[in-house]
């Protein structure tokens, strides 16, 4: 079966510093995977979307940054945080569920996420 | 372009009450309707799908229609548990598109 892991879980940040979000994926191969962001009592936006190593498309102009250096591990970065960047930050895959199967896009499935707060 | 409309919350609702959550979407294609559910304090999970119109999503009691006629996909429960209580999205993935996009999300509170 297929896990996804975020870390870290929680994260209080000055404006200004740096942010390093991981996302991993395990038990499966060449997920697309995605970047949400969920601001308080809103919806979610998707930020960047990847369809394999080095590949990244951006959905929103933003403070924000995303790479994808292995198959299976994307990360979102800022070099310098601002308040709005404050937030509920999900990873989310799609792709092969059963091992050899076909790659099925219709369904994503989200990490447990990241809670920033920028003070 | 798409978008995916919901009624907005809270719902406020005694346990063994009926529970419907509207929702409403547009796109361009044939899209995939979703409803994910998000407990506090966790990330989303699928609650339920549909991928073709007519077609009825349901999973723990919960129950969703995909209308093509009224672009609708109404979220349902015959009778709700305080386990219930959570933050609810119904979500679209339309024709060549990778992403899915959401609603503002609903939270549902159930009281005993």
């Known amino acids: 079966s297929q896990t996804i892991h975020q870390w870290p879980a929680t994260l209080v940040q000055p404006v200004g510093s740096p942010l390093s979000l991981e996302c991993t994926v395990e038990g499966t191969s060449n997920p697309n995977l995605y970047w949400y962001r969920q601001a308080a009592g809103r919806g979610l936006q998707l930020l960047f979307y990847s369809v394999g190593i080095g590949q990244i498309s951006s959905e929103v102009p933003q403070n924000l940054s995303a790479s994808r250096p292995q198959d299976r591990q994307f990360i979102l970065s800022s070099k310098k945080l601002l308040l709005s960047d404050s937030g509920f930050y999900l990873c989310?895959?799609?792709?092969?569920?059963?091992?050899?199967?076909?790659?099925?896009?219709?369904?994503?499935?989200f990490g447990p996420g990241t809670r920033l707060t920028v003070l | 372009g798409n978008s995916v409309t919901q009624m907005e919350g809270p719902v406020t609702l005694s346990e063994e009450a009926f529970l419907t959550i509207n929702c409403t979407y547009t796109a361009t294609g044939y899209p995939s309707l979703f409803w994910y559910v998000q407990y506090p304090g966790e990330g989303l999970q699928l609650l339920l799908k549909a991928t073709k119109a007519d077609d009825k999503g349901s999973n723990k009691g919960f129950e969703a229609t995909y209308r093509k006629e009224t672009t609708s996909f109404h979220l349902e429960k015959g009778s709700v548990q305080v386990s219930d209580s959570a933050v609810y999205f119904c979500?679209?993935?339309?024709?060549?598109?990778?992403?899915?996009?959401f609603g503002s999300g609903t939270r549902l509170q159930v009281q005993p």
């Open positions: 989310a895959w799609s792709g092969r569920v059963v091992s050899g199967g076909p790659r099925a896009y219709n369904e994503q499935f």
């Open positions: 979500a679209l993935r339309d024709t060549g598109r990778r992403a899915l996009t």
